[in-house]
């Protein structure tokens, strides 16, 4: 089984290992250290040896960071952590800060009032980063400095770093080969002016060469960075010995390999301009360019905007992949709904889907570690199941199952919301509108040019009127086999980037109740142009395919409050689940789906 249920950080770890990084800070003369969840990568998800947050707090969410000063120590995180972070780490020792209402700039500002020197290791942290904290410290006698790592000095069994195999990945699926993104990708810099760039996100990296590797878990990622050239010739510097010859003779000689540790020798020589992008490079590229007097700019990472295009063959490839996880959801539906209230745990839940899931002889990975929160836990956005918070499903409960798969033609990420029993009446209207907003981005037509942000609200919109809101974004972008999170693209009143056709994303509304019940509907949806309508304008607009099919719990829809719209839109889209899926399943479970699709 892919998924532990082993909770890896303790709150009582986090006050010894504190007290060690505070003497590391006094020797190297530092009143504070900044200690955040990212890698040199500023990746979202990081290998064992580069957890550093959850090994000194016990926090293990995605996102956050710590800030260690000599007599405190905030944890800050956004709205999805609030109370987790509570529960992992030890708040004697540790306070949670709520981000981004309380910024790191003011709080340090507040604890330092004299001033002091705070350090950060500058392979963790991007120029864009360190420079809003800078403008952010103006008018205080507080000073950052880069400084080699603190955790690392003070972390005794710190686990080495990953060393998975790198693979190819089919240029049939791609529907491009290496070769012919990397001359796009050289046109690109020679147009701009620029002689090379410097490329530090995994994503990238496996986009750009088409391979896959397995060095973060459910990421199918090589750790490594690269120079591409406006020659088109480029180098990949990760450690050789993950490459076997059948990846040496995809990547070619005119993709040049050398080990990490030669990458600063390898910017120091580089002839300018350099192109970086400030948003996720680390700063010390920075450092070392200008080190050695190599002029750079700043700009997108090439990779971003081709990688986040999808190509038709990765959108045929990936809505393949979706059918067949769309049918491993049913199979696992069908189970559950044949499970009397009381009989299961959480647990039992997620084994269970990840076993219909690999019941098709194709999963290669989960893509995250499955939510699986009945009750109260379900009110957690981003709750992880452990053997100790474990929880047995009873009557009345609602479960938020978000789960996803890493296939070799597609990246699967799905939420449904179960009720165990007798759902509430609370419970059925706030499921509904989160169902209203989520089929509302479903419908939508769109002027090109908008971004996520101009979209965003048209999810809330129903749950608004209720005095209703949810946390976290409406949606995320999706990779096809890359990472379940991937960006620019976004459904999110944060995201600028506007939205063209081949980006795939999430639709994921949600409503959650601390303490009492969650509910998220999520299906993965890719923009498309749209014909113009009879009658209109002849603008070009943009719309969404749905990619996701697997059936919507009608036991929890009030249906008064639907629209005739709205209706039509879900038993026209359980028409398609049965139509796509049902000739996928078994005979008992294409029983099920006949029953739970029938028109309402």
Known sequence: MFQSFTETARPDQGPP???????????????????????????????????????????????????????????????????????????????????????????????????????????????????????????????????????????????????????????????????????????????????????????????????????????????????????????????????????????????????????????????????????????????????????????????????????????????IAHLRDGAAMCEFLAWFDAQPPGTLTEIDVARRLEACRAATGQLLDISFDTIAGSGPNGALPHYRVSEASNRTLVDGDLLVLDSGGQYLDGTTDITRTLPVGIPGADERAAFTRVLQGMIAISRLRFPRGLAGRDLDAIARYPLWLADQDYAHGTGHGVGVYLCVHEGPQRLSRLSEVPLEPGMILSNEPGYYREGAFGIRIENLIVVTALDPLPGGDRVTQFGFETLTYTPLDTRLIDADLLTKPERDWLNTYHTACRDKIGPLLSAPARLWLDKVTQTS
């Open 17 to 319: 290992r504190l007290e060690a990084l505070r003497r590391a800070m006094a020797d190297a003369g530092l009143e504070g250290w900044l200690v955040p969840r990212a890698d040199a990568h500023q990746g979202e998800y990081v290998a064992a040896c580069d957890d550093r947050l959850a090994w000194l707090t016990g926090f293990t969410g995605s996102a956050g960071f710590c800030a260690a000063l000599a007599d405190a120590a905030g944890v800050f995180t956004d709205g999805r952590y609030r109370v987790q972070v509570r529960a992992q780490v030890d708040t004697g020792h540790f306070t949670a800060v709520d981000w981004p209402e309380t910024r790191l700039g003011p709080w340090l500002k507040q604890h330092l009032p004299e001033g002091g020197t705070v350090g950060f290791d500058p392979w963790l942290y991007t120029p864009e980063q360190i420079e809003a904290l800078t403008e952010a410290l103006t008018g205080s006698a507080i000073h950052l400095t880069s400084h080699t790592n603190l955790i690392d000095a003070v972390w005794p069994d710190r686990p080495a770093p990953p060393q998975g195999a790198i693979t190819p990945w089919p240029d049939s699926l791609a529907g491009a080969s290496h070769a012919e993104k990397r001359a796009a990708l050289a046109e690109t810099l020679r147009k701009a002016g620029q002689r090379s760039a410097v490329i530090t996100l995994t994503d990238s990296i496996a986009w750009l060469f088409n391979i896959r590797g397995c060095d973060i878990p459910r990421n199918p990622v090589a750790q490594g960075f690269a120079i591409i050239h406006d020659t088109g010739h480029a180098t990949f510097f990760t450690d050789p010995a993950k490459l076997d010859a059948t990846a040496r003779t995809h990547l070619g000689d005119a993709v040049t390999l050398a080990p990490p540790d030669a990458f600063e020798t390898a910017l120091a020589v580089l002839p300018g301009p350099v192109r970086l992008d400030r948003a996720n490079v680390p700063l010390r590229v920075v450092q070392v360019l200008d080190a050695a007097g190599v002029a750079h700019q700043w700009g997108a990472d090439p990779c971003i905007l081709p990688k986040a295009r999808k190509t038709q063959a990765e959108i045929t490839a990936t809505r």
